[in-house]
């Protein structure tokens, strides 16, 4: 399909209603959409990428500092892993990717970054690695999900996919295991992905925990680590699955052609619009 073609897909497919787009470029790399509405005060643009990815991870107390220094330089040395960064540079579009600390509520300690590069992704790891632990309290899984969903719903990137890796020692505490799987629940009906990856350190049935309660969505998965000492090694399996490429049927072209773009588009919008009204 060459470009004229995607841009024409577009514009048909984000025109309708108040909603208006036009492509202010678009290549094999990325492509970035503007979107308002009939009002010369709202717009939004939004580049292209094949994934969305919330990196959510747990600071609670029962994560010494030991085992986060193990837990945070494994995602460091995922983004530095020469094999991860030729399956993303490989993506069109490449990925956007954020950092979230959580205990009993979350944070955004890296903020969205491009990755569609060697430089891009040493660059992300680098800011992993300088992020400093946010908390120590209780082990919040609902709450983290709740604000990677809207981290995914704000931010200023379209994907093919939007996932979020949750990796933890401990099962929900703060609210109540419904609370969870609601929290859970709504994610997956937005078209998110959860996928999880436990840490059996101090419970071996957690991954069972994780299956059941935590990840959700087309193509989830649990990638265990028996203990922190093994987290390196399952952040790096977790993260390459969850850059991989995906079948035809699902790229970012045949999302165009499904018109999910344009929702996304809307529902970004719609949640910018909401959060400058409080």
């Known amino acids: 399909m060459s470009r004229f073609q995607i ?39 939004a580049t292209v990428v094949d994934t969305e990815l919330v990196l959510s991870v747990d600071v609670s107390g029962s994560v010494d500092n030991n085992e986060f220094n193990l837990q945070r330089q494994g995602y460091v040395n ?40 060697t430089a891009q992704a040493n660059a992300f790891a680098d ?53 969870l799987r609601a929290a859970r629940d709504n994610a997956v009906n937005a078209g998110i992905i959860i996928n999880g990856l436990p840490i059996l350190n101090d419970d071996a049935d957690l991954g069972t925990y994780y299956s059941n309660n935590v990840i959700g969505g087309a193509g989830s998965f649990v990638t265990a680590a028996s203990n922190f000492s093994d987290v390196n090694g399952a952040v790096a399996q977790k993260i390459g699955r969850e ?28 949640q910018q619009k909401d959060n400058a009204k409080v």
């Not at 990925?95 to 955004?108: E, K, R």
């Not at 899984?141 to 996919?161: S, V």
């Not at 165009?256 to 929702?263: E, H, Y």
């Open 7 to 45: 841009r024409r897909k577009l514009r048909a497919i984000c025109s309708t209603g108040r909603l208006k787009t036009s492509v202010v470029s678009l290549g094999t790399a990325s492509a970035v959409l503007t979107l308002g509405v009939l009002s010369p005060l709202a717009s939004f643009a």
């Open 243 to 270: 850059v991989a490429p995906v079948p035809e049927p699902l790229t970012i072209l045949g999302s165009l052609a499904a018109g999910t773009i344009g929702v996304a588009l809307r529902r970004k919008y719609q």
């Open 127 to 179: 800011a992993i690695a300088a992020a400093p632990r946010a908390s120590n309290d209780n082990t919040g899984i609902a709450n983290a999900i709740n604000f990677a969903q809207n981290l995914l719903d704000t931010n200023d990137f379209i994907g093919n996919r939007r996932v979020i890796d949750v990796s933890g020692d401990g099962s929900e505490n703060v609210s109540s295991l419904n609370a």
């Open 78 to 117: 995922a983004f530095k892993n020469p094999s991860i960064q030729n399956q993303i540079a490989n993506l069109p579009g490449g990925i956007a990717a954020t950092l979230s600390y959580w205990s009993d509520n979350a944070v955004q300690s890296v903020p969205w970054t491009l990755i569609t590069n």
